[in-house]
């Protein structure tokens, strides 16, 4: 959560438009202020800060409230400590107004640090932790240190996961320290230097990287014109760590929104090809994997939120396909089985962006027992893949709405094929995901999209929504739930179909919206049952199902795609979220409290 861009080059000016650019792309880890800092020509600071999303301010309001220069540093919010206020927007100043600090993640000790300073008399123009940052290195290098000692000095004092860049405006330096939330270098062809919170942040201008580690830091000197090569520096130790500069694959890709009005539909759209891409994975190396989660002595599949949902379908999965228990378990809760893992345990990490930070602790817990670290993510460079004694990648391409769709099919269509192939059946599962991606692809066609559009203008007013699904369709019943809840603001919850009659029936009222996900396999006469009970009830059922059936008030069709049911089941799901949203009047793209990337517990 929280992005930050920073840049430095030689030239006299252009840096802050620059920024900007990258801040934008940044915006789905956050967005709720943002603010700026640059280097003007008498070697101050100036600022700019605005509550809200970036929106359409441009690089020429930028520059005049900046002015050029060819250094500046931004960031785009999630607020943690502090409201959300111009107050609160990071940049954020020492005393002296020399350094400047942008800054994601939280400082747990924030508040004795805090003390210290208050009692040192430093005046302290915020309520967030990271301000502290910016008054501590001005105290150092008041007792003597340099720049770069004095941020260490604080750094190493930490606790908790952040990650921040420090700007020195009398010393012209910049220095980039990662504990724990990500941080990367760009290298440009001219020699210029970017520092973002992830590839998104320069992806556009270079894709030339060097990765800071944890617990390191990078320094950029910009005393004389062009930056020199970043020097890598270990936070606890302070030695020089030597690194290289690495290419990355990572295609460019339009950020444009390709005619469509919200990011979330042109991404739901995209299935129509994810799917298949998801599965073009090598042979070989799928079944290697696959022999490893066969051969494992415990598998457990680990995810948070949507991706979370997906694990626990994975669990049907491998056990209706592979007839292999794994353990699905989110994320936030995994440390509760460390006693079960052992160096024959396999854990399978599954992430679109491979920051969350739930997972990384997982996967800290996980690696502290010697455990091999299989990871399904859809950002390349990630932590996440870099952590990883493995990786698959999603090939889903960026997915920038806050809302996860084509990930959350791809890591389906991925983790189903992987299932097929620890059954030994990799062909099998090839087809049939070849088929059903075939299968998506004509369901999303404009009259498709228009039904479900009537649907959520006449759904548009419900107080509740409920999702009702059994077998690999009951957590695609709670993804549903999270993909209404974060789009439409709707009260939305998915159960299995099982439960109904243990409480939530009570909650069925005349009306009340009801969503039946049904697929043809032994869960559909009990599934239509409970979609029978509710509508006896007063409910109005919506069956997602391959067959009408009298128990629905609305059938939305869906193919018969086997095994593939929750890939197929949740799409419609997706669309009518969307347009809920819309009807609503809500921007689907940015919702309420949220952010993409969740590097923050
Ligand atoms: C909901 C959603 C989130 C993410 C979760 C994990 O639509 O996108 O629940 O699934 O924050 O994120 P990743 O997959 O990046 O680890």
């Known amino acids: 959560m929280c992005g930050i861009v920073g840049y430095v080059s030689g030239k006299e000016d252009g840096a802050p438009a620059i920024v900007l650019e990258g801040l934008k792309r940044l915006e789905y880890r956050g967005y709720d202020s943002w603010g700026m800092a640059s280097l003007d020509s008498k070697g101050g600071i100036s600022t700019l800060k605005r509550v809200g999303r970036i929106g359409g301010a441009g690089s020429a309001m930028v520059a005049r409230k900046l002015g050029g220069g060819g250094v500046a540093l931004g960031h785009t919010r999630w607020a943690t400590h502090g409201g959300i ?28 640090l805090k003390a210290g300073l208050v009692a040192r008399k430093h005046r302290l123009s915020s309520d967030t932790d990271t301000e502290i940052l910016a008054h501590y290195i001005e105290e150092g290098m008041r007792r003597g240190m340099g720049f770069a000692e004095a941020t260490r000095s604080i750094a190493k004092r930490l606790k908790g996961r952040s990650a921040f860049v420090a700007l020195d405006s009398s010393g012209r330096q910049m220095a980039a320290v990662r504990l724990g939330a990500p941080l990367i270098v760009g290298v440009g062809d001219g020699g210029e230097l970017f520092i973002s919170s992830d590839v998104n942040g320069f992806l556009e201008r270079t894709n030339r990287v060097m990765y800071i580690d944890d617990d390191e830091m990078a320094l950029i000197s910009f005393r004389r014109g062009a930056p020199g090569a970043p020097k890598f520096v270990s936070v606890p130790r302070g030695g020089e760590v030597r690194k290289r500069v690495i290419k990355i694959g990572w295609k460019r890709e339009s950020w444009s929104k390709s005619g469509y009005k919200h990011f979330l539909i042109k991404e739901i759209m995209e299935q129509k090809y994810t799917i298949a891409q998801a599965i073009n994975q090598d042979d070989a190396r799928i079944m290697r994997v696959a022999n490893g989660i066969r051969n494992a002595f415990g598998v457990f599949i680990v995810g948070a939120g949507t991706a979370g949902r997906v694990c626990a379908a994975g669990q049907y999965l491998f056990s209706d396909i592979a007839k292999k228990h794994v353990n699905a378990t989110v994320a936030s809760e995994f440390s509760s089985y460390r006693h079960y893992l052992t160096r024959r345990t396999l854990m399978i990490a599954v992430s679109q962006s491979g920051e969350t930070v739930d997972l990384l602790d997982a996967i800290g817990v996980a690696r502290s027992k010697g455990t091999r670290i299989l990871s399904l993510v859809n950002v390349f460079g990630s932590t996440l893949m870099r952590v990883s004694d493995e990786s698959l990648m999603l090939n889903a391409g960026t997915e920038k709405s806050v809302a996860s769709t084509k990930a959350t099919t791809a890591q389906l269509s991925l983790l189903t094929l992987l299932a097929y192939a620890t059954a030994g059946r990799l062909k099998e599962g090839k087809r049939l995901l070849l088929n059903t991606a075939e299968q998506v692809n004509d369901m999303l066609n404009p009259r498709y999209e228009e039904r479900l559009r009537k649907l959520a203008r006449q759904l548009r007013r419900s107080r509740d929504i409920f999702i009702i699904g059994r077998g690999v369709n009951f957590p695609m019943a709670e993804e549903a739930a999270i993909k209404l809840q974060e789009t439409s603001y ?28 049904v697929a043809n396999d032994d869960t559909k006469h009990e599934t239509i049952s409970n979609a029978m009970e509710v509508r006896a009830r007063g409910g109005y059922v919506i069956g997602i199902a391959p067959e009408r059936n009298d128990a629905f008030d609305y059938w939305i069709r869906v193919p018969d795609a086997g095994e593939a049911s929750p890939i197929v089941n949740i799409i419609p799901v997706q669309v009518l979220a969307y347009h809920l949203a819309v009807a609503r009047g809500i921007n689907p793209d940015y919702p309420r409290n949220l952010a993409k990337s969740v590097t923050v517990k």
Request: glycine share 12%; net charge neutral; proline share 5%.
């Open 85 to 112: 206020s111009e107050r609160n927007a990071h940049p954020h100043l020492d005393c002296t107004g020399r350094i400047a600090i942008v800054h994601n993640g939280i400082i747990e000790n924030y508040q004795e």
């Open 490 to 517: 709707i009260h939305a919850h998915g159960f299995a179909g099982g439960e109904l009659k243990h409480g939530p029936l009570a909650l069925i009222r005349k009306g009340t919206p009801c969503i039946v996900l």
